[in-house]
């Protein structure tokens, strides 16, 4: 069992710029492919970017591209999400996921964090 524990969230204005952490424990996670998820209040949970295991593979999606940089430290089973550039549409809550896909479908990762909240005025 891996567990995933995500911190980082905050309110910033427009403009400004975060990093969430996800750090996993229970299990080795460098096998894992690691993506970031959203979800907006009445919206469905979407896909942010991910990476695969080695850090070899990365894909965002468009609407973060250029804006968001994931990695990943797999000495310290932690990976990262540095949000640059932000947006009032980026505020959700941002949920770090594992799974041994890379892939940028939620149904494919098998571990979930609890989510942190990450809130942009204009």
């Known amino acids: 069992q891996l567990q995933l524990v995500e911190s980082g969230g905050g309110s910033v204005q427009a403009g400004g710029s975060l990093r969430l952490s996800c750090t996993a424990s229970g299990r080795t996670s460098n096998t894992y492919a690691m993506g970031w998820f959203r979800q907006a209040p009445g919206k469905e949970r979407e896909f942010v970017a991910t990476i695969g295991g080695a850090g070899k593979y990365i894909y965002y999606a468009n609407s973060v591209k250029g804006r968001f940089t994931i990695s990943r430290d797999n000495a310290k089973n932690t990976v990262f999400l540095q949000m640059n550039s932000l947006k009032p549409e980026d505020t959700a809550v941002y949920y770090c996921?594992?799974?041994?896909?890379?892939?940028?479908?939620?149904?494919?990762?098998?571990?979930w964090g609890q989510g942190t909240q990450v809130t942009v005025s204009s």
């Open positions: 996921a594992a799974g041994v896909r890379f892939t940028a479908k939620p149904d494919e990762f098998d571990y």
